[in-house]
């Protein structure tokens, strides 16, 4: 290939092939549309042949484009993982660590500020998520660690379960459940529910236990955001299904939690990574204080139950 191919070139390119749109991949470069497609055209003319297909939404990648894109994302991985090694003994440690919405704000804190506490010079930077995208962003090692759960389907990565959380009944506190101490599932089925959209994993651990006990709730309204759940749970829109660590940092007295009786529907939570890329000795820290956190938190969830 001639002329001054660089690397900010093949990020263009990349990004442009992920987003399928000039206006997006713009964006995330914090670069002007019309940057963009001056570089992305200065690719073309120094390879002879267009590497997209110009669509009036979208571009689509043609044959040499394909090619050109695993050549580009082993490239860009390999400069950054040996410019992360090399760096690793002489820089701060940083950590991008993904996690998806209905776990980011009521697991991390805690686990975050005990692991400043411990290792004071490394920086986590947050990246909240949905897990199809916090996959695809460590498939591409935009992310070193993620936090989700389980099921999963993950190619080429990682996955390593944590602990395995209860799934609770969230109701109005007059609501006629409220009473029970331990609800049967078959008793929600003529309440309608509040749920997360179907982009989120919990729905379909909600859905898939259900269906298991033959039980078929009515979902009436669907929202991106657990709290707005939980609120809407409270102006008598419907009842819900939530995580117990949803639970432990509520503190509203309009709502309350019911476990069910016999099984009980749960989660597993679980890590993942790409190991085919460079992990910093940061980042095995943070996933050792991972490990240590979640032993601790099953210890203390069998000794309630004893």
Not at 96 to 102: D, E, S
Not at 265 to 294: C, D, G, I
């Amino acid at each position: 290939m001639r002329g001054d191919l660089n690397l900010h070139l093949l990020e263009q390119f990349v990004a442009l092939a992920r987003t399928k749109n000039f206006t997006r991949a713009a964006e995330e470069l914090h670069l002007s549309q019309s940057a963009l497609s001056r570089a992305i055209q200065k690719l073309e003319d120094q390879l002879g042949q267009p590497l997209f297909e110009r669509k009036p939404r979208e571009v689509a990648l043609t044959e040499l484009g394909e090619l050109l894109l695993e050549r580009a994302k082993h490239i860009l991985q390999l400069t950054e993982d040996t410019f992360s090694e090399l760096s690793e003994a002489g820089r701060r440690g940083r950590i991008r660590l993904g996690a998806i919405p209905t776990i980011a704000p009521y697991f991390l804190p805690g686990l975050l500020s005990s692991f400043a506490k411990q290792h004071p010079d490394i920086a986590v930077i947050v990246q909240e998520d949905t897990t199809e995208n916090l996959i695809k962003r460590c498939s591409h090692g935009e992310i070193d660690l993620a936090i989700l759960a389980l099921p999963l389907l993950a190619k080429n990565l990682e996955v390593e379960p944590l602990f395995d959380e209860e799934l609770l009944l969230v109701v109005p506190v007059d609501h006629p459940l409220a009473a029970l101490k331990n609800v049967p599932i078959d008793a929600v089925e003529s309440f309608p529910f509040v749920m997360l959209n179907e982009a989120h994993c919990l729905s379909d651990n909600i859905a898939s236990f259900c269906r298991r006990k033959s039980v078929q709730p009515v979902t009436i309204e669907r929202t991106s955001q657990l709290t707005t759940v939980q609120e809407l749970v409270s102006l008598n829109h419907g009842v819900s299904i939530v995580p117990e660590m949803a639970r432990r940092i509520d503190s509203s007295d309009r709502r309350v939690y019911r476990a069910f009786t016999g099984e009980k529907p749960r989660r597993t939570v679980a890590m993942m990574w790409n190991s085919y890329r460079f992990q910093s000795n940061a980042v095995k820290a943070l996933m050792e204080h991972l490990r240590r956190q979640a032993g601790q938190a099953s210890t203390r969830a069998r000794r309630q139950k004893e």
